[in-house]
Nanobody, 121 residues
Framework: RVQLVESGGGSVQAGGSLRLSCAAS????????MGWFRQAPGKEREGVAA????????YYADSVKGRFTISRDNAKNTLYLQMNSLKPEDTAVYYC??????????????WGQGTPVTVSS
């Protein structure tokens, strides 16, 4: 069965950095788009970044462009999100997802359990 397991979340001060990882198993990882999404308390889940199956194309929400970088290692079945210059408004639970389209949460078929990120001012 498909499993997505996120790690790397935590608490950091504004301006700091975190690197999230997502280990995938149970399907042909290299065949599908992968994405990172986040959900803050009281808000809808939103797309943060997405990457094509071979990593040649990436997509970012305007709010994270220039600060976050999505990447994937298909040999390790692992997805990454490097987050720099973090802001308090980046505080949310971050989820990785597989087999969807771009930054649209409803199109993704598989989801991890989420990892919390807290950015203090």
């Amino acid at each position: 069965r498909v499993q997505l397991v996120e790690s790397g979340g935590g608490s950091v001060q504004a301006g700091g950095s975190l690197r999230l990882s997502c280990a995938a198993s149970g399907y042909t990882y290299s065949s599908y788009y992968m994405g990172w999404f986040r959900q803050a308390p009281g808000k809808e889940r939103e797309g943060v970044a997405a990457i094509s199956p071979r990593g040649g194309s990436t997509y970012y929400a305007d709010s994270v462009k220039g600060r976050f970088t999505i990447s994937r290692d298909n040999a390790k079945n692992t997805l990454y999100l490097q987050m720099n210059s973090l802001k308090p408004e980046d505080t949310a639970v971050y989820y990785c997802a597989a087999a969807g389209v771009g930054l649209i949460p409803g199109t993704y078929n598989y989801w991890g359990q989420g990892t919390p990120v807290t950015v203090s001012s």
